[in-house]
């Protein structure tokens, strides 16, 4: 059945939006409701004609449980690449899509960022700027260094592509091996061998079963001393304790958009670790955020009106 046929006896199916269907760009959307997350939900009778519902980007939390009471929904598309967070509340027999492609450019431009920040020393000049100290030293640069992005989608295609005209050298690992447009992707299975190599490690994958803790005391003991470990996937995929071991005794050092816990509690460890630079999870909202985010949101919607496939889907009824 086509979302846009009828059904003798109900009213037509409901989108619920987090941004006005005007700011989209395209043509107004028949049935479209507005809520950004923010303030009260949608009245039931609302949510009870649901049947495609884009997630709030900032206010994903209080969304959530709203799925279990939208008896027609089809469709969540979410608005982040990542949606360990949406799985549990997802009810049976809805499709789910994610943001594949939205955050790539901003998350990617953030982990180039925090590597040459970390290899440049800049946290350390901007504390001496602060105390009005001339400080120079020699650091080390990205030329020349050897790379290893770890997670091989989207996000870390596009780490690859910014990374390439440092004259650095790109190792790429993902779930399975394959060939890339820069060479060969490395399967998982390959990363013990690849990591005593490698003086930058960049994390892009997503946080499943698989991926949690990925990053333990044996990641870390084959990771080369003085190696730069950079994290812009889930705080959860790296063992917190078994970071700041290394961390610690600087052996390593760490560039983390993501930690867990996440928000770092005030006083945790990591704040004070030594060779840490932390950013509190800023890599996909920048200002390439929304104009990515209303592209996406407009495709799928005209997907959805035409009875077409949509993009993104992680996970379809039957599949």
Request: glycine content about 10%.
């Amino acid at each position: 059945m086509s979302p846009t046929d009828a059904v003798p006896g109900r009213p037509p199916g409901r989108i619920l939006l987090p941004y006005p269907a005007e700011q989209l760009g395209g043509p107004p959307q028949p049935g479209a409701e507005l809520w950004d997350g923010s303030g009260e939900p949608p009245s039931q009778r609302v949510l009870d004609e649901v049947e495609f519902f884009v997630l709030p980007y900032r206010h994903t939390a209080p969304a959530l449980p709203l799925l279990a009471r939208m008896a027609r929904l089809r469709v969540v598309q979410s608005l982040s690449a990542g949606v360990e967070n949406v799985l549990p509340f997802l009810p049976p027999g809805v499709t789910l899509c994610n943001a594949r492609g939205v955050h790539d450019a901003s998350t990617a431009e953030l982990a180039v960022a925090l590597v040459l920040a970390s290899l440049r020393g800049l946290p350390d000049f901007v504390r001496a700027q602060d105390a009005g100290r001339w400080q120079g030293r020699q650091l080390h640069s990205l030329a020349d260094r050897s790379v290893l992005v770890v997670g091989h989608g989207s996000i870390g295609q596009a780490v690859e592509d910014r990374l390439t005209p440092f004259e650095c050298t790109v190792r790429r690992v993902a779930r399975t091996a394959r060939t890339g447009p820069g060479g060969p992707v490395h399967a998982m299975a390959d990363l013990p061998g690849l990591l005593p190599g490698a003086d930058v490690v960049v994390l892009t994958v997503p946080l499943t079963e698989a991926t949690r803790g990925l990053v333990d005391e044996a990641f870390l003991a084959a990771m080369k001393d003085g190696a730069l470990l950079v994290n812009v996937a889930r705080g959860a995929v790296v063992d917190t304790a078994a970071l700041l071991v290394e961390l610690n005794r600087g052996r390593l050092a760490a560039a983390l958009d993501v930690t867990d816990p996440e928000p770092l509690p005030v006083g945790h460890p990591l704040w004070h670790a030594p060779n840490t630079l932390i950013t509190p999870h800023t890599g996909g909202d920048s200002s390439a955020f929304l104009p990515r985010a209303h592209r996406l949101i407009r495709t799928q919607l005209a997907h959805w009106l035409a009875g077409e496939r949509l993009e993104n889907v992680i996970l379809a009824p039957g599949a």
